[in-house]
């Protein structure tokens, strides 16, 4: 009776840790339905275009969102509001070292480090790494069970993108280019 009492409670135990420390598990993203545009101001006007996640999942504890990992292609930075060659010098001076560098950083990554749900979505924070350089980044999320959206706006010198800055060069004038880009994201599980 014993033996059978001492088993009973090494399966509740077992049990019950199972319950309390669960493994998040990977929601892959599929890269392919997914979109990332993105936006650059400078005096006169601005610039949009496109660039494709190479992979990505986010990590779900139940429904909570507590984790994630995604890696951006550097290399098919697309511009969508011009066309011919002003389009693919554009494209060119984006991929150079003036700017994204991509021969040497053919990609960039963004780490999900924490996840607070709210009454909106989350409130997310990770690490972003362009170009070489990792910085903390925190943005709102909002988040279905087929897809994520968000909408982040980052500075780029804090990722020694400083071409045409006002903040680091003088005599600018209508060639300044604003320091943050825009990226809507859209990610389809």
Sequence with gaps: MKTIKSLAIIAVVVTASAFTNSVPMKKKIDVKESTIE??????LGSHTGTIQLKDGYLEMDGDQLVGGMFTVDMTTINVTDLEGDNKAKLEGH???????GVANHPTATLNITSATKNSDGYVVSGDITIKGT???ITFDMDMTDEMATTSIKIDRTKFGVRYGS???FDNLG???ISDKFELDVTLKF
């Design 38 to 43: 993105w936006k650059g101001k400078k005096v």
């Design 94 to 100: 984006l991929k150079s070292d003036d700017f994204f």
């Design 134 to 136: 990792t910085e903390e």
């Design 166 to 168: 006002g903040s680091f």
């Design 174 to 176: 209508d060639n300044t």
